[in-house]
């Protein structure tokens, strides 16, 4: 087991240390006026609270909850850190919290896009600390918040759980990107078509190439959820929004 995780961790850290461009989706540093900066800053707090006090009653419960909490933060650096250029000229790339938020649950997986969407700001000049609030709301709280609604659905009218993961983080995945736009859509209306133009414009800015990532994310998503679940299944089993996934290879 201990080697299983060695490797695996070692490959995270790999694909972390190879030199990339620092192109991305996230909003950038400066882009967005003080007045929305602060708006979306304030929106998430409540998500964010909430997310620290379920990780610290999670590993309070189970201390090994530790290592499959790191484990599903690196999951989402390493994936949203693999920017793709966008033929509109502009980069999209997975977001990797539907990981965390099938898991452990939306609250959780804010935290954890908080965390890789600061040390992304400060360490690959992806986003903004100005900007870090928006990016959050986008991948660090809606993001999951679809992911979870849609997985507990999914898993409810029993859709097998490889399914459900696939469905609910790719769905999730596209709910960060339409967020996106909606908030540059808000910030800077088209001057004739208003708001509804803007939006049209800035969710093709990302369509092309967003929706074969969020496919990807899903399936890999699935495939690096059943790894967990080979070696951690009490784990998993433990911390995971419901007990269904004791069937999720069947």
Not at 7 to 13: E, G, H, N
Not at 19 to 34: D, R, T, V
Not at 41 to 55: D, M, N, R, T, Y
Not at 216 to 230: D, P, R
């Amino acid at each position: 087991m201990k080697k299983n995780y060695n490797i695996f961790i070692i490959s995270f850290l790999a694909f972390i240390l190879i030199p990339k461009a620092a192109y991305g989706m996230h909003i950038m540093e400066g882009f967005l006026p003080p007045k929305w900066c602060i708006l979306w800053a304030v929106l998430c707090i409540p998500f964010i609270i909430k997310g620290f006090i379920s990780i610290k009653k999670k590993i309070d419960e189970n201390p090994k909850g530790k290592m499959l909490i790191a484990m599903a933060g690196a999951y989402a650096f390493v994936l949203s850190a693999l920017k793709i250029p966008s033929v509109t000229g502009s980069c999209s790339h997975p977001t990797g919290v539907g990981l965390g938020a099938v898991i452990f649950g939306p609250y959780v997986a804010s935290v954890l896009g908080l965390i890789v969407l600061i040390f992304q700001a400060l360490l690959l000049a992806h986003g903004g600390i100005t900007t870090l609030g928006a990016n959050t709301f986008s991948m660090g709280v809606v993001g999951p918040l679809v992911t979870y609604g849609l997985y507990k659905f999914l898993r409810k009218i029993k859709v097998s759980s490889p399914v459900s993961i696939f469905i609910s983080t790719m769905l999730g995945d596209l709910a960060t990107y339409v967020t996106t736009s909606i908030q540059l859509s808000i910030a800077f209306p088209d001057k004739t078509g208003g708001i509804t133009a803007s939006l049209v414009k800035f969710m093709s800015i990302f369509a092309v190439t967003q929706i074969p990532l969020a496919i990807s994310e899903g399936i890999l998503t699935v495939v690096v959820f059943n790894v967990l679940y080979k070696y951690n299944r009490d784990e998993v089993i433990e911390f995971s929004m419901n007990k269904m996934e004791e069937n999720c290879n069947e």
